[in-house]
């Protein structure tokens, strides 16, 4: 725990008591009774204080392991150690990500003194040029200083408003994170002296406030790391997409063409051997071999081209993809497709229909692959400002141990494509019963404006 150092002097201290009057100065000599019940209601003073400072320390602890509001935190700490101490005034001062040294915050606690309140204004105001005195030797020392005779350090109106508020002692703290200050607490008493075991809790919980500071900050960088990730997913994802539909453009155009010219030749060049009157019937039969070799490539073709970039999502829309690619995925997969998707509801525009078409891609993806289903029955309708997609399965389902492991890259990358829309995808199942997915995307004013 950190100790306190005072500049230019040592401190004296001393305890909560004032000294008791001499007889000389024109007070009687008191009772010995009177003097043990004063000593007996002193040591009970100073008892309940040190319960106060060890009932405060708890306090800060948990609420430097449970709050994430570090001002509340600040706010409790500084009322509570100004009523324990009987102290002044109670000041916070934080280091803004705009600038390099402290400035005052709203945070404080003042008596209701008048030339108190109009020191604590003076100090805010004067601090928006200069820096506090006493934050200053803080921030120098990075340790606990303590500054007896405060009003001997200052000049002018400021001295002059500290002596009329009655303040003796200047007590300025960090708050320190992984040795960086990021805050500074400043108190100011009326009391020449006290306990200096008081600085030490004092010292002690700006340590536990310091935590409350390094956990925003881990999860504010959490939060910024995800969110970059996030950008970072979605622009890959773009990216593939464009190359996705540049690879679709150059297979079709390209191979699908030159396939295209190639079954024609061998058409004509067929036609030509079966009009000569010497034609080879073995040759001819070759060819009509290539022929449908020919037609095979160019169906491959279309079936590459359409599944990299579906043609019809462009053309019609999403809801027109999903009937067709469900068709398509039935025809293939000999698992049956039961599309429900009622009239009028909105389209998507070409990012979002984008995205949850891959997603209701990968979806029954994952049901031929793992589910062993029979049947999957799609829905989508549209509820409030959400336009929500349901693929159900009847399938062996999935153990939900699986569902948010490092390795489902398809459920994640699911996920990831809604949370970049602001929508969200949810996937349950249980062993036996089958597996749901829901997809909940965001539908745009602007679409629905298009509409009206």
């Known amino acids: 725990m950190q100790g306190?150092?005072?500049?230019?002097?040592?401190?004296?201290?001393?305890?909560?008591?004032?000294?008791?009057?001499?007889e000389s100065e024109g007070f009687s000599k008191e009772d010995p009774a009177d003097r043990s019940n004063s000593e007996d209601q002193n040591t009970k003073d100073e008892l309940l204080k040190k319960i106060s400072v060890l009932n405060l320390l708890q306090q800060v602890a948990t609420a430097a392991n449970e709050a994430n509001d570090v001002e509340s935190v600040l706010q409790f700490s500084v009322d509570r150690i100004c009523l324990i101490a009987d102290w002044k005034l109670g000041l916070v001062c934080l280091v803004l990500e705009e600038s390099e040294r402290p400035e005052y915050s709203s945070i404080s606690f003042s008596k209701e003194e008048k030339f108190l309140k109009e020191f604590r204004n003076l100090l805010r105001t004067r601090t928006k040029k200069e820096e506090s005195i006493l934050t200053e030797k803080v921030r120098n020392g990075r340790k606990p200083i303590l500054l007896e005779n405060f009003p001997s350090y200052l000049k002018g109106e400021v001295?002059?408003?500290s002596l009329k508020a009655g303040i003796e002692v200047a007590i300025g703290i960090p708050i320190l994170v992984k040795e960086n200050l990021v805050g500074v607490l400043e108190f100011y008493s009326g009391n020449k002296s006290t306990d200096p075991s008081f600085f030490e809790a004092v010292s002690h919980i700006s340590s536990q406030i310091g935590r409350v500071f390094e956990r925003r900050d881990s999860e504010n960088y959490l939060k910024?790391?995800?969110?970059?990730l996030r950008a970072l997913s979605a622009r890959l994802q773009e990216v593939r997409e464009e190359e996705r539909l540049l690879v679709a453009r150059e297979v079709h155009d390209e191979l699908g063409q030159l396939l295209t010219?190639?079954?024609i030749d061998l058409t004509l060049l067929k036609n030509n051997f079966q009009k000569s009157k010497g034609s080879d019937s073995k040759l001819v039969s070759e060819l009509l071999s290539m022929i449908k070799v020919a037609d095979s490539g160019i169906e491959s073709v279309q079936r590459i081209a359409t599944e990299l970039r579906p043609l019809i999502l462009e053309d019609?829309?999403?809801?027109?993809?999903?009937?067709?690619?469900?068709?398509d995925f039935e025809k293939r997969t000999g698992i049956s497709c039961e599309i429900k998707i009622?009239?009028?509801?909105?389209?998507?525009?070409?990012d979002a229909s984008i995205a949850v078409f891959r997603i209701f891609q990968e979806a029954l993806t994952n049901a031929a692959r793992h589910s062993k289903a029979s049947s999957i029955h799609v829905s989508c309708l549209e509820e409030g400002q959400f336009l929500i997609l349901k693929i159900q399965d009847n399938g062996i389902g999935i153990d939900p141990k699986k569902m948010n492991q490092s390795k489902s890259l398809g459920l994640i990358g699911m996920r990831e494509r809604a949370i970049v829309l602001g929508g969200e995808v949810s996937i349950s199942g249980e062993p036996g019963k089958g597996t749901s997915v829901i997809v909940k995307i965001p539908i745009s004013n602007r679409n629905k404006e298009e509409f009206l």
Do not use: C, M, R
Not at 316 to 327: F, H, Q
């Open 159 to 161: 001295k002059e408003l």
């Open 342 to 350: 009622p009239a009028g509801i909105l389209s998507l525009e070409k």
């Open 261 to 263: 010219v190639l079954k």
């Open 4 to 22: 306190f150092s005072n500049i230019d002097q040592e401190p004296s201290y001393g305890s909560y008591s004032e000294p008791l009057p001499l």
């Open 224 to 228: 910024t790391s995800g969110e970059q």
């Open 316 to 327: 019609l829309g999403l809801l027109e993809g999903i009937e067709w690619y469900a068709k």
